[in-house]
Nanobody, 126 residues
Framework: VQLQASGGGLVQAGGSLSLSCVASGSIFMIKSMGWYRQAPGKQRESVAAITNDGNTNYSDSVKGRFTISRDNSKNTVYLQMNSLKPEDTAVYYC?????????????????????WGQGTLVTVSS
């Protein structure tokens, strides 16, 4: 399963940006999708996640400013980022976990997958 992220860019503090990430491949079902970020010199951290039935969770640092959503019919997850701060500057990665179709003659079975997108840079200037 492959993930392709888009969006990101340069924005002034207080501004907004939107990220999207689409999953493709032999997908049986996506259990959860989420966004992580990694700032220079820091470890990758979870930003937000959403389950197949719409349950969400956010890191304390983005709660109230970021909104995660997903379109199950399009295997796509979105991250709306408002009131951006310079400390939000990072490379943002999307993540998806679930089950994919694994072909094994004469049939198939669902196999686990966990995939990452390529990362998209978000820069917030002060």
């Amino acid at each position: 399963v492959q993930l392709q992220a888009s969006g990101g860019g340069l924005v002034q503090a207080g501004g907004s940006l939107s990220l999207s990430c689409v999953a493709s491949g032999s997908i049986f079902m996506i259990k959860s999708m989420g966004w992580y970020r990694q700032a220079p010199g820091k470890q990758r951290e979870s930003v937000a996640a959403i389950t197949n039935d719409g349950n969400t969770n956010y890191s304390d640092s983005v709660k109230g400013r970021f909104t995660i959503s997903r379109d199950n019919s399009k295997n796509t997850v979105y991250l709306q980022m408002n009131s951006l701060k310079p400390e939000d500057t990072a490379v943002y990665y999307c993540n998806a976990e679930g089950w994919q179709v694994v072909t094994r003659a004469p049939g198939w079975y669902p196999g686990d997958f966990a995939s990452w997108g390529q990362g998209t840079l978000v820069t917030v200037s002060s």
